[in-house]
């Protein structure tokens, strides 16, 4: 059974950075597409970022400020997120699903999800 372990969660500042990892623990995950989710309090969980080989995802909520990565060698996957703001607290969810490579990874949604981690929380402080 394949597990996705997160960390890197935290408390910071409006305009800090924090680096999330995500690693799956059983299996590496490489035909998947691996993402982000977050869900804030009383909100649904929604996608953030999605990477598939060198093709790369975000929400128009956090394109250029936010970066996701894959690191083959370390089966880790990682999302920096930089100028942070209060709006970006939440739980964030890694994710890895087999898709196929002619359906978009904007199209990603919580029904298609093979595997999750727990989560890991964020809070952002203005």
């Known amino acids: 059974q394949v597990q996705l372990v997160e960390s890197g969660g935290g408390l910071v500042q409006a305009g800090g950075s924090l680096r999330l990892s995500c690693t799956p623990s059983?299996?590496?995950?490489?035909?998947?597409?691996m993402a982000w989710f977050r869900q804030a309090q009383g909100r649904e969980r929604d996608l953030v970022a999605g990477?598939?080989?060198?093709?790369?995802y975000y929400a128009e909520s956090v394109k250029g400020r936010f970066t996701i990565s894959r690191d083959n060698a370390k089966n880790t996957v990682y999302l920096q997120m930089n100028s942070l703001k209060a709006e970006d607290t939440a739980v964030y969810y890694c994710?890895?699903?087999?898709?196929?490579?002619?359906?978009?990874?904007?199209?990603?949604?919580?029904?298609?999800?093979?595997?999750w981690g727990k989560g890991t929380l964020v809070t952002v402080s203005s």
């Open positions: 059983g299996r590496t995950l490489s035909n998947y597409v």
């Open positions: 994710a890895a699903e087999i898709r196929s490579p002619d359906i978009p990874i904007a199209t990603m949604t919580t029904d298609g999800i093979d595997y």
């Open positions: 990477i598939r080989g060198g093709t790369t």
